[in-house]
């Protein structure tokens, strides 16, 4: 019967140690997901405070246990220690004296002791456990606040480092001011630092006390580093050819060769420049190796004169080593000629696409012509270069140009690069592929009337681009300069100034070895094409605002004069002009003529008007047709059997016709295609022999108003203009749904020579795009246009990280791989920076379920089933207690 008992009273021990056992790491299990759905759900903070705490919890339901078992028998000590090496193993938490020890809030990375954390005695009374020891807790704030105990001296492995950017700003191959080495970011060793804590007493004070206390640096001293190291650090990174070292006085800086010429820039005794030392945009007073620098100092070299300010960059960096696409154009130019063989529409039309450029309220944004090259279409718009798909009209690129457009720019294509003409009197070449600049003429010098303005015809030949420049306000010019510039290099290699009168919207022609233009004043003028220098001149009587053409292999030369009279001239072997003939054939005129088949047509305002009011006359549009050897005309100026005039909002308005007419033969019919000055700013067509012409297309509501543009030809004959409304269209023939833009070929634009490139007309500045500067990339680059929206949002140019002092480079701080990395590193660290497994589980659990929301059920049922578990358990173990002792 003894024996009986004792059995039974062994097998009720073996069944509460596993029922203590079994409850107790039911209470810890359940604790751990807790803290990790509170981390889940974003609390990342009250996370860590969860997970010590929630581990702390287990180690007391543990010493709960183990006092219960221990106030009820005696001899249940072996199963509380079983029960607490299960503990342990979860946790790390309880200490054969029954303590709980911080280590968990340690190993969860908690910047304060957890002071409050105890043991529960068998009578449930709670006593304090202190943290293991003061140092140990201020270790983890030290982690967690970068304070910590006092140390009076720290060494050159902690000195401090700071972060400056520094530049080196020259000239490129035409004297423009570019940086050679753009704003480089480094982090830079000071030699040595002192750095001074809190008091000692407040070091000696415990962990928490300390932290509160704030146990910072309040003085720190350096002796480093200088705009020397940051200098040679840059030279090193570079690459840049300098010569520079340390002499008697200190670091010198004799020259650094040019990345453009090659040539040594040092001291200049003409110019008075030689390498400028500024810290944060002043002349620095002492050498650059006295300069002490810290963190967010901007270090610039500029090769300047003495007194001068840091000079005016360039937004743009040329790459003259760029490559260059070998691509044909259908349309290289403004007019180009103005002939085309390509399948223009000759019945119906359909708008292919109309890609809305600027808004059309932006008086402030310039728009160019359209030009055609490979199968894109180019527009400037403000600062910028779009290259839009010819299929489509959305932008495939962007580039940045170091200037805006002025209210008429005449862009031209050859050989593989974009010439665009620039407020300031400049021009920039891109590469048609890339939208990489090759190179930019520097701006001419304003007067005191105005800045220079690129308002005339781009021409080629011989490997130059002449262009000519006026100062001038809505009428008037007061001066200008016509300009050669090599096309290969950028390089001026000539300008003739003109103080009377500019070259507005006006054109040269190259004629056998001179350049002949018309100005302002009235005078054509012929020039050498090698110097500039001036031949013999004609005086016409009116300013000319179109460019010159030729015919006879540039023997023969027509001129319209703003009078309305087409002039025609010969041009001897050495240079002399003469007037052979003149015709008037409109009010006035700014049209370029186009020649074909023995005729010229040319736009311009008729004599001929309706009278609105008293006081207002709307005159006719006029397309005439001038035959190239009697000079006799004939006039075109009815629309659909109606007068040429515009029509604004139901009352006449004056018309005419500002661009150079396209002419395209087809099927042995002539047909001309000109766009008018008025509204609704569409497209017309004239068939050789009819009495009148057609209003073949017609822009919706939104998108008409005045037009002065000329119309470019894509290579399956689609028409590209732009009007005031800021839209680019793209109309094509309604019998092959506006065709399949894109071309392979030059299929009927005018020759690189110039011959017959053309001049149009100010629209008032009403041409234009989005101003914000973009960046120079392979890639596309921006989302395509849609319905009103302007072109383009601000671009980053992206430039190769320069790496720093140490030799590394400096990532960006929102790049997504170093973001992924960092995230596992810091998963690893909170996972091992305890021994404990129960931290280990919880920072397990937390990273994996980071987003707290797909295993929410699970982490709400788990810890809640845990924690009724143990309820349920410690209330049955002490009824049974207690009906053991009764």
Known sequence: MARTRMAASRRHIVVRRALVAALTLAMTVGQVPTAAFAEALGADAAAVESLADGAQLAATNANLGAASEQGAEGGLAATVGQAGDEAQDAEGAVESDGEAEANAADAAGNSSPSDSAGTVDADGDESAVKADGA??????????????????????????????????????????????????KMALKAEAATVTTADTAEADESAAEATALGAAATDVTAAGPTAADATEALFNESGLDADYGMGSYGF???????????????????????????????????????????????????????????PEVSPVTPQPDAERPDWDSAWPGYASGSNTTAPTPTDEVKESWVTQIKDSADWATNVSDPIYVGDYVYIAAGSKLLQLNAETGETEREGTLVAPINSIARMVYVDGRIIVPLSGGRLQALTADRLATLWMTPALSATEQGDQQSLSTLTLGDGCVYFGTAVADWSVTYGGSLVCVDIQTGKVLWFQENSEKGYYWSGAALAGSYVVVGDDAGAVIARDAK??????????????????????????????????????????????????????FAKTSTSTPTISGGKLFVGGQSETYIQVSKWVKAYYGVLAVIDVESLSVSEVSTIDGHAFVGDTNGQATSAEVKSAPVVSVQNGETYVYFTANCNPGGVYCYRLGDTDASLIYTPDADHQNYCMASITVGPDGTLYYVNDSGALFAIGSAATEGGDQGGDGNTGGGSDTGDTDSGSTDNGGSDGSDDDPTTETPQKDNEPNAGARPVGAPLTTAKKAIKNASGNTKKSANDGDEEDETSEEASEEASESGSKAASRTAATYAATHADGTADAPLNVVLPVAGMAAGVIGLVGIGFWLFRRRV
């Open 252 to 310: 010198y800086l004799n020259t650094i060769a040019s990345p453009y010429t090659g040539e040594k820039l040092g001291w200049d005794q003409e110019t008075g420049k030689y390498w400028q030392l500024f810290v944060n945009g002043t002349a620095s007073d002492v050498g650059a190796s006295s300069v002490m620098l810290k963190t967010g100092d901007v270090i610039t070299w500029a090769y300047s004169a003495y007194g001068s300010a840091i």
């Open 531 to 584: 110097t500039g220098a001036e031949v013999s001149r004609v005086d016409v009587g009116a300013s000319v605002r179109s460019t010159v053409v030729t015919s006879d292999g540039g023997k023969t030369l027509f001129v319209v004069s703003m009078d309305g009279v087409l002039h025609r001239l010969s041009l001897s072997d050495a240079g002399i002009l003469s007037e052979t003939g003149k015709v008037k």
């Open 135 to 184: 140092d140990a807790a201020a270790t983890g704030a030290d982690e967690a606040t970068g304070t910590g105990k006092e140390e009076a001296d720290v060494t050159n492995d902690d000195a401090q480092v700071i972060e400056v950017s520094i530049a080196v700003i020259g000239p490129d191959a035409n004297d423009v001011d570019v940086q050679w080495t753009g704003n480089a």
